[in-house]
């Protein structure tokens, strides 16, 4: 039983390990793309996580907003087992509530994390790259 607990244990540190190391990598290539001399390379990386977080509102949205219910009668004689009558019936409801919209906006809120920390590091790399090109502006009229 230890052995088990022990090997979980490690493999949870593992897993741990390899996402931060994936969201730095991801973050070093955000910087690196930011300080670039066009701004655009640097953009990417955050436009793609903005699309990805509006299709997870998207899916959320359609997901809460699809709703029914579905009810059905079966009459069976109780002699033989066959079915007499049968009905169902599916009710669609689109009730859509303060809730739901709270709900939509705290996923986008979430969803949007990675991209504002992308946003993040694009505007540090693009202020580097400005205060590098200002100190060589400096030191070209100090010559």
């Not at 953009?43 to 509102?57: G, Q, R, T």
């Not at 079915?83 to 906006?105: H, I, N």
């Amino acid at each position: 039983m230890a052995g088990i607990m022990t090997m979980s244990i490690v493999v949870t540190v593992l897993n741990t390990l390899v996402l931060v190391a994936v969201l730095a990598g991801v973050i070093v290539l955000e910087v690196w793309l930011s300080r670039r001399k066009s701004r655009w390379p640097g953009l990417i990386m955050p436009a793609l996580s903005l699309m990805l977080s509006l299709l997870l509102v998207l899916g959320g949205v359609v997901f809460t907003s699809i709703g029914g219910a579905a009810s059905g009668l079966q009459v069976v004689d109780e002699e033989t087992g066959e079915v007499l009558y049968e009905e169902r019936r599916v009710e669609q409801t689109s009730d859509w509530t303060l809730g739901d919209t709270v709900q939509v906006g705290i996923i986008l809120l979430v969803s949007n994390i990675p991209t504002f920390v992308l946003l993040g590091a694009y505007y540090i790399g693009r202020e580097k790259l400005r205060r590098e090109r200002l100190l060589e502006k400096m030191n070209i009229q100090d010559l």
